[in-house]
């Protein structure tokens, strides 16, 4: 059974910088994809960033050339390197993981585990 916990979280000004860690522990967690997500208040859950087992990557257009999603060569821990911080990427985020080959096939209720989540407020 995978879990999952995320770190990192906190508050920061505009223009700063965070990194953020997903702790993944269980069965076969190194052949899961790995996904981060925000929630803002009164907002949707969004998917930010995903990593595949292979290590292959994919961003959302809001973050891309902000925001560096990586994994540990075990597959045991997860990072969001979240640079050139503004406002807007304020909110909760969380990790999921997936057993999956690839990122892009969605997250389904029923086969996707997600952690605790960690607040991120980005301040001027």
């Known amino acids: 059974q995978l879990q999952l916990a995320e770190s990192g979280g906190g508050s920061v000004q505009s223009g700063g910088s965070l990194k953020l860690s997903c702790a993944a522990s269980?069965?076969?967690?190194?052949?899961?994809?790995i996904g981060w997500f925000r929630q803002a208040p009164g907002k949707n859950r969004i998917e930010l960033a995903c990593?595949?087992?292979?290590?292959?990557?994919d961003y959302r257009d809001s973050v891309k050339g902000r925001f560096t999603i990586s994994r540990d060569n075990e597959g045991k821990s997860v990072y969001l390197q979240m640079d050139s911080l503004k406002a807007e990427d304020t909110g909760v985020y969380y990790c999921?993981?997936?057993?999956?080959?690839?990122?892009?096939?969605?997250?389904?209720?029923?086969?996707?585990?997600w952690g605790q989540g960690t607040q991120v407020t980005v301040y001027s």
């Open positions: 990593i595949s087992p292979g290590g292959s990557t």
């Open positions: 999921a993981g997936r057993f999956a080959v690839s990122c892009g096939s969605g997250w389904p209720v029923s086969r996707t585990v």
């Open positions: 269980g069965f076969a967690s190194e052949h899961y994809a």
